[in-house]
């Protein structure tokens, strides 16, 4: 089954303790995304990667890191979270920079920072 | 630059009547649109999306969409709604070129169904 699959699904840690919420697709697609969701603000882009190595910031990359060192994986990184990071977490992924493909979403990671 | 504005974060309709979810776009370049829904717990699925084949879109479990690029909207309607239509959507633009085909979403909708 084509899919987008991150882990864990829900998270809970203390502040300034790093994490790692992983990301894979078993499509081959180029693009990968983060998105974080936050009530009546939808969905932000925090980082992307148009392919193996090649990543850039979205609009609210302060606080992450991501790496794409394999094609299907892209990790989303907090180096030190803080309680503002509290957030549901989605990756995505598409085929290529076509602007009428859409994308495929992963079922989100629950992040809560005490 | 692309924006979404979803007008109304809160939409309550009866079991049976019309869902009308509005959407309009900012776009210095031909968009590409589309519409998510989000059940509760769950991920974002596509419903529909507009890719300037068609200004009228139809999607899954009864939605569609058309693109007027005269009001810059791309409204989701459906004639009848479903206890099972109630969860929060969202509409989001797409361009290629310079923006590496970022998508860009709204605020969202919540929709209620009653019965």
């Known amino acids: 089954e084509a899919q987008v699959t991150q882990n864990p699904r829900y998270l809970i840690t203390v502040t300034g303790k790093k994490l790692t919420v992983t990301c894979s697709q078993n499509?081959?697609?180029?693009?990968m995304s983060w998105y974080r969701q936050d009530p009546g603000l939808g969905l932000r882009q925090i980082y992307y990667?148009?392919?193996?190595?090649?990543?850039d910031k979205g609009d609210v990359p302060e606080g992450y890191k991501v790496s794409r060192k394999e094609k299907r994986n892209f990790p989303l990184i907090l180096e030190s979270p803080s309680p503002n990071q509290t957030s549901l977490y989605f990756c995505?992924?598409?085929?290529?920079?076509?602007?009428?493909?859409?994308?495929?979403f992963g079922s989100g990671t629950r992040l809560t920072v005490v | 630059a692309q924006s979404v504005t979803q007008l109304g974060s809160h939409v309550s309709v009866s079991e049976g009547a019309l869902v009308l979810l509005r959407c309009n776009y900012s776009?210095?370049?031909?968009?590409?649109l589309f519409w998510y829904v989000q059940y509760p717990n769950q991920g974002l699925q596509l419903l529909l999306k507009?890719?300037?084949?068609?200004?009228l879109v139809k999607g899954i479990n009864g939605f569609e969409a058309e693109f007027k690029k005269s009001e810059t909207s791309f409204h989701l309607t459906k004639p009848s709604a479903h206890m099972s239509d109630a969860a929060e959507y969202f509409c989001?633009?797409?361009?290629?070129?310079?923006?590496?085909?970022?998508?860009?979403f709204g605020q969202g909708t919540i929709l209620t169904v009653h019965p």
């Open positions: 499509m081959n697609h180029e693009y």
């Open positions: 507009y890719t300037s084949a068609a200004t």
């Open positions: 990667s148009m392919n193996v190595e090649v990543t």
């Open positions: 995505a992924s598409t085929p290529s920079d076509r602007a009428g493909e859409g994308y495929t």
């Open positions: 776009s210095s370049v031909p968009p590409y």
């Open positions: 989001a633009v797409r361009t290629g070129g310079t923006s590496y085909g970022k998508l860009t």
